[in-house]
């Protein structure tokens, strides 16, 4: 894992004296659907005999059942609070902007 990651704001609150910036990870995460997972799952425990006999009747089953798509990855999220100069340092990043976060310094 990189010991640099891109976060981007979702949320700034700003009390004068110090700003909180809410950040989650900067990453694309792709839908899979439960019916693909089940299907791999279960390919990975079969043999091969098995599998072929197992599995036309599984997604058979499957086909029935409503798709229930499901996110692949949790998405890390971090809130830093920091002085208001440090901030007006930083260039003020806006909700929206990307910043780089050294995950050794935390």
């Known amino acids: ?16 004296q110090i700003v909180q ?3 989650i990870e900067n990453i694309s995460t792709e839908p899979i659907s439960q ?3 089940i299907i791999e799952n279960v390919s990975k425990k079969l043999d091969a005999e098995t599998k072929e006999q197992v599995m036309p009747l599984l997604e058979a089953i499957l086909q029935a059942q409503p798709t229930v798509n499901i996110k692949s990855y949790q998405q890390t ?3 830093i609070a920091m002085p208001k100069s440090r901030y007006d ?10 910043i780089e976060v050294d995950l050794k310094k935390i």
Do not use: C
């Open 89 to 98: 340092n930083m260039g003020r990043p806006q909700v929206g902007n990307i």
């Open 77 to 79: 999220q971090i809130t």
């Open 21 to 23: 910036l809410t950040l």
């Open 35 to 37: 019916k693909q997972m």
């Open 1 to 16: 894992m990189p010991d640099v990651n891109e976060f981007r704001i979702t949320q700034i609150v700003d009390n004068g």
